[in-house]
């Protein structure tokens, strides 16, 4: 089975500070990669699929790279609504989440 | 758009059979061309995929619940279930259901979510 890790495991950013979370796959999944974003009380959203396609709706200001092991998740100024735990996920099996919080 | 709403009992007895239903509105189960999840989160941890159905009835679960799991469908009221027998403590979650949208075999995600239900298992 595919092992997901993600780091860092905890970030501490500023509003407008750029922030990027990485995924590393335990093998090579292509670019077969989805970003969620979940507040505390919610469900997931879906942010990201197939590695970059941006999910309708979610502010450009997120993106997503990478193919093979290696992913990451960019947000290009941070808002104060962005402050969330950030999930990848293939197949059936979910990273471990990056929690994002306020400096 | 399509919505979907999770139900059932919040608290369940060890040992029970825990048991939920999807409601899925603004889109027809029968339409095909999705999956139909479940998700689990532990209090304070991360995201565990349970199993999932198709229309049809085909289904398929994570290998370390599959003994324990049933996921069925009613298409005539745009419905599928849950249950996860002989629960314990450690089956207290947050359980989500979820469309899964397939692309390529695998190249998967989940969109959209039910809001999630909180079960207990505790006597």
């Known amino acids: 089975d595919i092992q997901l890790t993600q780091s860092p495991s905890f970030l501490s950013a500023s509003v407008g500070d750029r922030v990027t979370i990485t995924c590393r796959a335990s093998q090579g999944i292509s670019s077969y990669l989805a970003w969620y974003q979940q507040k505390p009380g919610k469900a997931p959203k879906l942010l990201i699929y197939?590695?970059?396609t941006l999910q309708s709706g979610v502010p450009s200001r997120f993106s997503g790279s990478g193919s093979g092991t290696e992913f990451t998740l960019t947000i290009s100024s941070l808002q104060p609504e962005d402050f969330a735990t950030y999930y990848c996920?293939?197949?059936?099996?979910f990273g471990p989440g990056t929690k994002v919080d306020i400096k | 758009q399509v919505q979907l709403q999770e139900s059932g009992p919040g608290l369940v007895k060890p040992s029970q059979t825990l048991s939920l239903t999807c409601t899925v509105s603004?889109?027809?189960?029968?339409?095909?061309?999705?999956?139909w999840s479940w998700i689990r989160q532990h209090p304070g941890k991360g995201l565990e995929w349970i199993g999932y159905?198709?229309?049809?009835?085909?289904?398929y679960y994570n290998p370390s619940l599959k003994s324990r799991v049933t996921i069925s469908v009613d298409t005539s009221k745009n419905q599928f279930s849950l249950k996860l027998s002989s629960v314990t403590a450690a089956d207290t979650a947050v359980y989500y259901c979820a469309r899964e949208v397939v692309a390529l075999t695998k190249n998967n995600w989940f969109d959209p979510w039910g809001q999630g239900t909180l079960v207990t298992v505790s006597s």
């Open positions: 197939a590695a970059s």
């Open positions: 159905i198709y229309y049809s009835g085909s289904t």
């Open positions: 996920q293939q197949l059936i099996t």
């Open positions: 603004g889109g027809s189960i029968s339409s095909g061309g999705y999956y």
